[in-house]
């Protein structure tokens, strides 16, 4: 979230889109429900399925799966052709008034640069004009044909109110309540706020999904304000810590690009001249040179200057002493991904199914339920040598080589169907710790870090996760102890000291390393502004850096901090002194839209939302929020996007940021029951599609299937199905169909039927539903039904996972599983 | 002692059904898992031996409006004049000073008049104790100065505990914006039925529309009974006694001496 939980009850108008929030989140309609009642604020929600959210909404559009770039795009015509943008915030805080390049450009459904053999973008027109000086070139008066607002209101001339519900299925009417509602929030006193969750990322276009709200946000000028923002709702208890964490493969702890084995990453200095914005036309042949260059400032470079500071304090953190100037503090230590290829889980399972994987270690996850296409993934575990599963339950990953793993409601020759002899893979269950009976910290979904003590003790032999990693790291150094090889140095260097003095580990020496350390003293780094290139600074998570502080000889370490008083003056939620946010304490990011340019004057007609504000006298911004600009630059200086190379908030996405395109554009599903009318092209050009045998055509699967979770059950259920009370509230996997379709197909409610895709067939109870409705698409009738997510063989409730459906087809650029989106047929069992 | 009170808010409640989790939790209710039946009901949308709360999830369709989807917390009401307590031949139901409608089960012997003289059929019968059970508005930790459980776990304040007093000012602003506000039906459910229900409800519709009866009644034969059986019980034993033995005496030595002999005969 770029705001946070508490924010919501400071909003006027709440788009949830993608997500059923009530359900999933439930915690957040606590305070959404309260600007209800506090502020008169309006609910709106679009969803394929009217659901408990729905129920809590002001307004309810329904819209076919997959279709939300045609939705958001209607929204930016309208928001541009009624003038419902926030004028003096689109022009000061975004990218709208910089020319881009003639050579960019967009036809037939392509941007410019496209390379059909690859499927994927050059991307060095998606870039701005420049002057002399190398600053982009800007327009004012918005008027230019080539300035980012124009090329913007060109590009969606074509998602007119009519063309786009003919796309998305969604009644006019609605529509146009949401359009109206929602584009509300475009006037200066007002903010609205986009909550979303996977309902919008599992998808071809998930990325471009969330551009959209980004643009729709910019627009109306709602980032960086209270009750504002592009809120993420982050599902797993510490996803998000685990993102920050990197539990990604392209990048490193602190969302560091991670390095590859390209020449362009060859040596530290190379790194540092690929991973800094601004950095590669630069002369330096040292570090020192580079120091002297980021002292001065180099444009077009943003906060990310500091890349060098962050890297080489990481490599500290990682390899200690063995870490110095004279062998680029260990930067050859570091292993480099592939550049050409992909790590993700998709990915990871296509190698492991060819039989490129050796081991696998499992925990936090259970692909033989949550994974895409999960009747391939299960097979590919059996062509492992070993897997690890580390749970609390022995769960129907850990178990997939058992004789009920493999049972399926009918034949299908297209379905592996092993049995326990043919395979061969060992399997090693670790029994561990659940979350309250270990203690640590949790990040929450508004990058809040809090720390949890330990509530009771492990059951039996079972472990928290820090031991049993602690174990890991410790045997496997012993290990290699005494090597000389260099090749084994990486390990044999490798700093690993998280024991107390009795031999047990120390969670809180983990959370040393990570906010960071002076390597003199051992003290902790007050903020990653003073984080060094130079090795005196130690830091394994940049952004964490400031969360441990030293105050009266005593070490603090902020997450444990439990003040519940509301220290903002507006009573606006912040809680500043309840454990503590990354990046520093700041509570809503790009907190310097909150006040007007000028940094002195509030938004008109909105006074109590200004979080931050400049004190000439005091030279520096003040206010109850961390600002999120140079503390000390002036309002003309100040940027409101620091991250970003030119400061500004994006309507253009300029080169890397994006793999398919400056701009959302509508694409359709891999599997959809149309072709697309919007342009030439079906699917996301720049999607890779694993299968191409496994696409299943409407002429066989009509209906369209999408996933979901219910408030009863959590993920693959391995908790809440083992958990009576909660299998007792949602017992069975079923399966919610429309009247119509029930009606069309013969099937009663509470009775079973077979969903079937080109991957697999599962049972489930049908629910049919006045909620479910199906989809006028360009005139013809579609159906959709919604399979829920949390099914396997194990626990007290069971059933088919509804992944055994899904296909192995991802998001362009992140490659999330297109989970949301495909095409089935059912029929009664 | 002012009343205590639950006050649950319809335009809240997202049907988390966390209240229901928190409940058996609390009294160690055992699950009983039956197979999905089509509904998110999963208990038939009723409270049973075993289940002291349920949310009950009605489904419709509006010809203006469009679909909608009802919830609704349903448990004990605990009553200001519980019929459970009128009719129970055991004393097993009592009032406490802050209004719980408490049932005993020591008391209990699992006669069910309760059970069909309770205006909502509250009262459940659990066939392995041979008794009756129901939501004791967790007076067992009220009385310890805590929440009930499913007010304690309720993620949106869609459910409340405090002063009845209090949380019925509070309803009634609650009425008052969702009237100006969409919800023109919108209406206070428990300030008067049955003469005032320990439990208040915010709802956005009539009541029927939550499965509630609009103007709940005690059935007119316990009416009678508690009227006039119960309060003069004492004496209606000998009455009833003398009634036998004149009946006896009419019946069988009257109608003897008559010679009109018609039972029994194995002449």
Partial sequence: MTNHIVDLKNTDCALIMGSNAAENHPISMRWLLRAREQRNAKIIHVDPRYTRTSARADIYAPLRSGTDIAFLGGMIKYIIDNEKYHKDYVLAYTNASFLVKDEYGFEDGLFSGYDPEKRSYDVSSWDYQYDENGLPIKDPTLQHPRCVFQLLKQHYERYDIDTVCQITGTPKKKYLEVLEAFSATGAPDKTGTIMYAMGITQHTVGSQNVRAFAIVQLLLGNMGRPGGGVNALRGENNVQGATDMALLFHIIPGYIDSPTNGADNKDLLAYIRKATPGAAKLQFNSLEEFRQLVAAGFPNSGFKINTSKWMVSLLKAWWGDAANAENDFAYHYMPKRDANKNYSHIALFEAMHRGEIDGLFVNGTNPVVGGPNANKEQEALSKLKWMVSIDLWLNETADFWTYPAWQRPVENENVPKLAANDIQTEVFFLPAAAVYEKEGTASQTGRWVQYRWQGADPVGESKADLWIYNELGKRIKSLYAGSSKPEDEPITQLAWNYDDEHGHDDIMKVAAELCGFNVADGLPVEGFANLKDDGSTACGCWVYCGAMTYKDGKVIYKPQLRDNKDNSKEGLGLFSNWAWAWPVNRRIVYNRCSISPDGVTPWPGDEKRVLIRWDEAAGSWVGDDVCDTGKTSPPEKAMPFIMRPEGMGCIFATKTSMKDGPFPEHYEPWESPTANTMNKQNLNPATKVWEPDKQGTPDKYPIIATTYRVVEHWQTGALTRNLPWLAELMPDMMVEISEELAREKGIKNGRKVIVSTTRGDIEAVACVTKRFKPFNIHGKQIHEIGLLWHYGFKGFATGDPANRLTPHVGCANTMIPEYKAFLCDVRRA | ?267
């Fill in chain 2, 1 to 267: 002692m002012a009343n205590l009170t639950n006050l649950y808010d319809v335009s809240k409640c997202t049907a988390c059904r966390g209240c229901m989790v928190a409940c058996k939790d609390w009294n160690q209710l055992p699950a009983v898992i039956e197979p999905f039946k089509g509904n998110y009901d999963t208990h038939g949308g009723d409270t049973n031996g075993d289940t002291f709360t349920v949310v009950r999830f009605i489904e419709g369709e509006d010809p203006v409006d469009g679909v909608f989807w009802n919830f609704l917390k349903y448990q004990c009401m605990h009553c200001f004049y519980p019929a459970c307590m009128k009719v129970c031949p055991q004393g097993a139901y009592s009032k406490t000073e802050w209004g719980a409608t408490f049932h005993d089960p020591e008391k209990c012997i699992g006669c069910q008049y309760c059970t069909y003289a309770c205006p909502f059929m509250i009262p459940k019968y659990r066939k392995r104790e041979d008794k009756i059970s129901k939501c004791t508005l967790c007076v067992d930790r009220v009385e310890e100065g805590l929440t009930p459980a499913c007010a304690r776990t309720c993620p949106t304040g869609a459910l409340k505990f405090g002063d009845r007093e209090e949380l019925l000012a509070e309803a009634e602003e609650r009425v008052k914006f969702l009237q100006a506000n969409g919800f023109p039906r919108a209406t206070i459910y428990g300030r008067v039925e049955l003469g005032g229900l320990n439990k208040l409800y915010v709802l956005t519709d009539s009541p029927d529309k939550f499965g509630l009866p609009v103007d709940p009644k005690v059935p007119g034969q316990i009416s009678f009974w508690q009227n006039w059986v119960q309060p003069y019980f004492g004496w209606l034993i000998p009455v009833a006694l003398a009634g036998s033995a004149v009946s006896f005496v009419t019946t069988r030595i009257l109608a003897n001496k008559n010679g009109d002999h018609t039972e029994g005969g194995h002449e």
